[in-house]
């Protein structure tokens, strides 16, 4: 059971950011750590290398050069080898001593010459353990003879006890006879090797471990560290909720991309809480518009059941509940059409309209509404004014402008419904001489359910729902479009709709958001 609960925590730590934020560090970390080591390895090999090399190229001038020479004894037939330096000067006496040290002097079958003066055989102990490799004699010789010129062989041979020597193979001639022998020098590489040694079990079980050890530690604390602002600011996340949604994650004026991320999240929070706000509003604006027709039938009907006494009094009851109910119907209605919309499920028909002959069409459909107000309504309908659009939604937004032109215009005024066609849009504009609206009102006429009421110039018209402009607004916006409003109280006031021509898809009519009036 604990076992298994380790296993799980576990797993939940090295799925954790922090972890793999270390891991990938430290992996990082040990390869640029393993890099350089590596290299510095080869650097360092190389150079203690090149030493060895320059050391074994200076004995070979100076045996080549003077010290070493081949002297042939006419009677016996032989060759021999004579050193000539001065055995009274120190440093010419040490660095034959050196030479000497890894020294082999052989004729072409392999056989060791003997000092002309000591008969020594000219061979140092190290060239007895290697041993006397005959082919690469006759080889290198045989080479010497075809190419004089060509470079010193360069080898590297183990002894029994594994100390490794570098070796410098060539060929030196007699004078006179220009017989080849073959003459290698060499030096231990022990001491180079057990730098090498020493730098590889340090560095790679020591330094290097230990740098990763401390590095990922460093790196478990920087990553806890960054981490932990992500973290403040997912548990000040938490404590948003639908019941707080006023409440705000504070930057931490870094100006790093953690604010920007914490200010997206205030602006989504921003977005949520208006929608939200709307959500509300909306659902009071529901109930209340619902409840007044809904009291209003009660009323009627209690009036029908207690009170009335005459058939009129009845008929004048039922009369006024009808009224009441075809209100409640109308709330629904539009408040279906909204749902719809809201949903998406409100999908634009679009077809090529002739706009000309929808405003011919409405207006004449206006005329008797106007002429029962005693307002005077004229439509400037032009041809050849197309646009790609949904008639019934376009219809409905005329309506809506033209219905509210008409209510609030009083007798004796004046509307006007027109068309114009231009380059990439058209306009449609419902103007009139009514009451107009005060300024401090004409940023809320497109919200839902919203009326002017109270200090009108004129006497407030029959109440209508507070929604007709909200859909103008939407439909227009669904079309790609805007709206402008122009009023002046007392003397009238100008809706205009531009809708662009190109045709930008926007599929179905997003109702939620602010609409796209101004
Ligand atoms: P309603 O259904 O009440 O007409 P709307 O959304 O169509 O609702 O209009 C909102 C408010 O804007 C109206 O209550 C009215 O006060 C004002 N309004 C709209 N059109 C006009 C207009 N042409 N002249 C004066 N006021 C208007």
């Known amino acids: 059971m604990t076992w298994r609960w380790r296993k799980r925590d576990l797993r939940r730590v090295s799925r954790g950011l922090r972890f793999r934020l270390t891991a990938s560090y430290a992996i990082l970390f040990s390869l640029i750590l393993i890099g350089v080591a590596t290299g510095f390895r080869w650097y360092l090999s190389k150079t203690l290398d090149d030493q060895v090399k320059q050391d074994l190229n200076d004995y070979w001038i100076a045996a080549k050069g003077g010290f070493l020479r081949i002297f042939y004894d006419r009677e016996n037939h032989q060759y021999f080898a004579d050193w000539w330096y001065d055995d009274t000067d120190p440093d010419e006496r040490t660095l034959v001593g050196e030479i000497k040290k890894v020294f082999l002097l052989a004729d072409y079958n392999g056989n060791v010459l003997l000092d002309y003066k ?14 006397i490799d005959k082919a690469a004699i006759r080889k290198r010789i045989d080479e010497f003879k ?71 530690l460093l790196g478990w604390m920087m990553a806890g560290s960054v981490l932990t602002p992500v973290r403040e600011v997912a548990q000040a996340a938490q404590r948003i909720t639908g019941s707080n949604l006023s409440l705000r994650i504070p930057t931490r004026q870094a100006d790093d991309e953690l604010d920007y991320l914490i200010l997206t999240f205030n602006r989504m929070i921003d977005r949520l809480e208006s929608s939200f706000q709307q959500m509300k509003q909306f659902s009071t604006d529901v109930s209340h518009e619902l409840r007044t027709p809904i009291t209003g039938i009660r009323g009627q009907l209690e009036v029908a059941l207690f009170t009335a006494k005459t058939t009129d009094q009845y008929r004048e009851a039922m009369f006024n509940a009808l009224q009441d109910i075809d209100r409640l119907s109308q709330i629904v209605r539009a408040l279906l059409l909204l749902s719809q919309a809201e949903s998406g499920q409100l999908v634009l028909q679009k077809t090529r309209l002739d706009l000309g002959e929808v405003i011919r069409d409405l207006s004449e459909e206006f005329q008797i509404p106007a002429e029962a107000a005693g307002v005077r309504l004229t439509a400037d309908a032009p041809r050849d004014c197309f646009l790609e659009g949904d008639r019934v939604q376009i219809e409905r937004m005329i309506t809506n402008l033209l219905s509210n032109a008409v209510k609030f215009t009083p007798e004796g005024g004046r509307v006007n419904v027109s068309a114009h066609s231009f380059e990439n849009h058209v306009e449609i504009v419902v103007e009139d001489t009514g009451r107009g609206i005060p300024p401090e009102h004409l940023p809320h006429i497109f919200d839902r359910f919203y009326r002017v009421t109270g200090s009108g110039t004129a006497p ?59």
């Open 118 to 131: 000591t008969k020594e055989r000219q061979i140092s102990s190290t060239f007895e353990d290697i041993g």
């Open 146 to 216: 075809a190419n004089p010129a060509a470079p010193p062989d360069w080898d590297t041979r183990r002894v029994s006890d594994g100390i490794r020597y570098r070796i410098r193979g060539g060929v030196i001639q007699h004078l006179e006879t220009h017989e080849p022998f073959y003459v290698a020098v060499g030096e231990s590489l022990d001491s180079n090797d057990k730098v090498l040694y020493k730098y590889t079990i340090f560095v790679y079980s020591l330094v290097i471990p230990g740098a990763l050890v401390v590095g990922s």
């Open 460 to 518: 407030v018209p029959e109440q209508g729902l507070g929604l007709g402009l909200s859909f103008v607004a939407w439909i227009a916006k669904a079309h790609g479009g805007t709206v402008d409003v122009d009023s002046a109280p007392g003397k009238g006031t100008r809706f205009s709709v531009k809708i662009p021509t190109e045709t930008r898809e926007t599929g179905s009519m997003e109702l939620a958001g602010q609409p796209a009036a101004s």
